[in-house]
């Protein structure tokens, strides 16, 4: 993971490939606990959910989740409610995975760890 946290999400205005599986799961091996899913358009996401013990600690932590996608320039969907925020990753302009959804999750979960 120490690798994608020296990483700065790169803009993407598409024009490149996304990942195939292969180079998803490598890339799932530096990340902890994040799911590879298809959303509803099935294109290739990562999800994770987090457990807070109340709700002011999953606003707290979506509130720096949210500074952080703004430092980088990449916006993950979040859903969070009393007790869990559940973060959703994919590069939207591209309609895959990219280098940036890991690095996003890696510094993420850096957060969360800190």
Do not use: R
């Not at 902890?32 to 709700?55: P, Q, R, S, V």
């Amino acid at each position: 993971m120490s690798d994608l946290l020296n990483k700065k999400c790169a803009p993407c205005e598409g024009g490149v490939l996304p990942f195939d599986i292969t180079e998803i799961h490598k890339y799932q091996k530096k990340v902890d606990g994040w799911d590879i899913i298809k959303n509803k358009e099935n294109i290739y996401c990562l999800e994770k959910k987090f457990i807070f013990k109340n709700f002011v600690e999953s606003q707290n932590f979506v509130n720096e989740v949210g500074k952080l996608s703004e430092e980088e320039g990449h916006h993950p969907d979040i859903l969070f409610g009393w007790g869990y925020a559940k973060i959703n990753i994919t590069t939207h302009s591209i309609e895959g995975l990219s280098e940036n959804d890991f690095i996003l999750a890696a510094k993420i979960d850096k957060k969360i760890n800190v």
